[in-house]
Nanobody, 112 residues
Framework: QVQLVESGGGLVQPGGSLRLSCAAS????????MRWYRQAVGKERELVAA????????TYANFVKGRFTISRDNAKNTVYLQMNSLKPEDTAVYYC?????WGQGTQVTVSS
C-alpha cells in the first residue's frame, strides 16, 4: 500500500537547521509532484513547499522563501526539506503529501 514516512524532526534552537526526509513506497513517486505541509497547534494545515515530478520546478510559501529548500532523489524515492534559519514560528508538525496521501508527520520544535 501507499506509504509516506517522514523523519528528521526534532528540537532545535532559533537560527538552527534541520533536514526532513520523506520516504515514499507503494507507488511510483517519480511520476508525481511532492509537497511538504505543516500544521501548528491551533492552526490550519498550510503548504510549505512543492516540487515537480522530475524536480525541475519548486514553489515555496512566502514565509519560508530563502530559508527552506525542497529537493528529491527519485532513485531513492525520497523527498527532502532542508530548513535553515529556523524561527520559533516554524514550530509545527510537518507532513509529506503526494497524490492525496499523507504521512504521519514529524514534529519540529524551534525553541531556546
Amino acid at each position: 500500500q501507499v506509504q509516506l514516512v517522514e523523519s528528521g524532526g526534532g528540537l532545535v534552537q532559533p537560527g538552527g537547521s534541520l533536514r526532513l526526509s520523506c520516504a515514499a513506497s507503494g507507488f511510483t513517486p517519480s511520476n508525481f509532484a511532492m509537497r511538504w505541509y505543516r500544521q501548528a497547534v491551533g492552526k490550519e494545515r498550510e503548504l510549505v513547499a512543492a516540487i515537480s515530478s522530475a524536480g525541475g520546478t519548486t514553489t515555496y510559501a512566502n514565509f519560508v522563501k530563502g530559508r527552506f529548500t525542497i529537493s528529491r532523489d527519485n532513485a531513492k524515492n525520497t523527498v527532502y526539506l532542508q530548513m535553515n534559519s529556523l524561527k520559533p514560528e516554524d514550530t509545527a508538525v510537518y507532513y509529506c503529501n503526494s497524490v492525496g496521501y499523507w504521512g504521519q508527520g514529524t514534529q519540529v520544535t524551534v525553541s531556546s
